[in-house]
């Protein structure tokens, strides 16, 4: 088990919105003219983004525990993962099964979507070119929490911007839009098959 000071974990959250600053809200040609993340800078100033941290590997309660008892008080939990499972196709593979167990009624609450950031994947050279210059020496993974809902009406705005043209190209962004949308068609028909 690691153990973490909360000045350690103070920094990281420091980082992430460092991080967010440099490479998701700066407005790029890459996306039309709009930001990676065009709802993160106004997320973050509206205080609607909230940071928790697991710590243990193989534990995914804090997870589950978002998911069932969200209330819409932020638009966005960040769960950082400092014990994260090393393999980035078994963490994503894992992301895909929960949000499918969401999409199936697994938990209450149906209206959820998660997506996740791993050290050691490929990085998305859209978003981010690999010149940020790192505050701490944790490598952790991120695993982002917002609502499906939310996340689909806010595609699809963009998507009338040109936000997507260039990105569906590369970093299977196409697929993971796709099957945001089969789990928002499901969450919307009351379909779960």
């Known amino acids: 088990m690691h153990q973490f000071l909360v000045g350690q974990e103070k920094e990281i959250i420091s980082e992430i919105k460092a991080w967010s600053k440099y490479a998701l809200e700066k407005k790029s040609k890459e996306f039309n003219g709009l930001p990676p993340c065009p709802y993160a ?9 909230s940071v928790i941290f697991k710590h243990e590997p193989d534990n995914y309660q804090d997870i589950c525990q978002v998911i069932s008892t969200w209330d819409d008080a932020v638009d966005l939990v960040i769960v950082v993962d400092t014990a994260f499972q090393p393999n980035p196709d078994d963490f994503h593979e894992y992301l895909d099964g929960l949000n499918e167990a969401i999409a199936n009624g697994f938990f209450i609450n149906r209206d959820a979507w998660l997506m996740g950031f791993h050290p050691f994947q490929d990085p998305n050279e859209l978003i981010d070119d690999g010149s940020f210059d790192p505050i701490v020496d944790t490598e952790y993974a991120m695993i982002f929490i917002q609502r499906l809902t939310k996340v689909q009406e806010a ?17 299977d962004a196409a697929e993971i839009y796709e099957k945001r949308n089969e789990l928002h068609r499901r969450l919307s028909n009351g379909d779960e098959s």
Request: hydrophobic content about 30%; overall charge positive; charged content about 35%.
């Open 41 to 49: 800078k106004k997320a973050w100033k509206d205080d609607k983004v």
């Open 155 to 171: 595609a699809q705005k963009i998507a009338k911007l040109g936000y997507y043209d260039n990105y569906f190209g590369s970093y």
